[in-house]
């Protein structure tokens, strides 16, 4: 498969992203109380990889339509994800996040519940700035993801309760924890940038499988990632004995020793920090490691192969790229 | 002030509580994961006053509309009622809820905050099934309430920590934390039922009285309430040491000696489950317990003085009676 270096797209996405990034410092600055909105703030203005809103904007530009159409629904998705974000870390009584403390530990837990909520009621609020008579498609579609987010917190959380979860269901989960919010980035700018319905559901598509490609690539940097630009601590699911693509795989590829050493990660809830490069190697040795680049590589290519349908060469081409860099991100 | 005692709206209420408790029932039934959805469906079926649902299906009745067209919105805004109950019972770590242990007691603090955005999240999805071509407008004005309903608790929050609140302040909480929501419920109801922008004003105006005066209800019955009938402990926002309506008049009431022992109650942040009784009658020498009272009345009479426009005595009647019942609770 044809990787595209860097090039005139990889210009285009830092500058949407900056614009991004700008968009999202003004929209907490001016609202009270500050005791909701720094916080808000505090976690909004880490420097995000702004990957959803750039969903949203490359969807919208696929169909025909304009970023200028799409930016408040751009910073909508970023601010449902960041929700998700200070939500999770909450309940995965996580330490860090893009390299800083996450909010409940730089202020509180009861501070990072209603911040969370609030940042999804300014989220739905800028979605509505870009609606017009495709208001209830659009939100529809926002709600959808939300729903599901929820729904893959759920299994999510239930995993880690039980001992055996096989592949099938971590792609279940991943789908609605990860892949709903994507589908709902394509679908919201396709629909707002005026896409026909066969437009939309491609994308929609390209998204959900991006999605899953992307989560995937998410449990192999916990363990394959340079600590430094992962901004979080290399290992941590082993840590927490969190049932990832690699390690369920793991289990069903391992035999005897092998997997009872992987069944030590479940039994025991996580892993000593000092084990985990031995359980790195075990991975590897398992091809594990190579399972789940061959994973995320099958995911993309379904994920740009759902593009068939879009008009223009380079929105195509585009689309591709940005598949590409973020199977080939570091963080 | 004429208080129309127990008649054919009684029954109505009566009714249509009971359609919306049945239609509460059913609604996370059929969902999965099973995780998230039984714990959302503790929380919402604990049998509740279903005040915000009322004020829709009234406010729609009251322009004309049909209350088969907004159930699904009456359903929305007691789903985003209970979603604040939910987070708010975690960040007061409050043990009862409507007569039951709450949602994190029974499960677990995590459960509780997911559960908590997952009605959020279906809260949309019902609000939507009632949009049209007015999703907009109605989604817009569910979303202001939600984002002042989050700036409330954060307003509520922050007076915890400071030694004054004056009256002016802690009615701009209230009217964020609870009118609000209460406006919204009006606004839906009004717009969905076909009301003209002058009616939709109006029943705004009286969501938002009969919100503030309710507000100052909760904050009086939490001193002069039946416990069993109540379903909370009696005194909790004095133990809690809360900045309630009753406790603010209070301090600006009180001198030296009454003063001081008032004081305590912010400076000890709270006070003994066995002090409640002494305090209470402090409230009532100092005529709080009378203010309150003639608060809760002022506002009432703002509200139903809103309705003038109203076209059908009956409709007028029927809010008039509603805002009534809402004062004369017993929890």
Redesign the interface.
Known sequence: MNRPGKNKFSSLYERERKKIDMRLENILKKR??K??YDPGAYIINSKGKRIRPLLVLLSAKAVGGKFNDVYNAAVAVELLHN?TLV?DD??DNADKRRGRLTLHKKYN???A??V???L???A??YL?KD???N??YV??SF??G??E???G???D??FEQRKNVSLNEYIIMIKKKTAALAKTCCEIGASIGGGSREEIKALASYGTNLGIAFQIQDDLLDITADEEKFGKKIGGDLIEGKKTYLLIKALEKAKSDDRKILSEVIDNKGIKPQNVKSYKLLFEQLGVIESAKKAIDSYTRKAIKSLSLIKKKEDKELLTWFAYILLNRNR
């Open positions: 009270s109380p005791s909701l929700f939500h909450i309940m837990n009861n501070t519940i209603l969370g909520d609030s999804l009621s300014v739905y609020e509505l609606c017009d008579s208001a209830k939100i529809s709600t959808r939300l729903v987010v929820c729904e917190q759920s299994l959380t239930d």
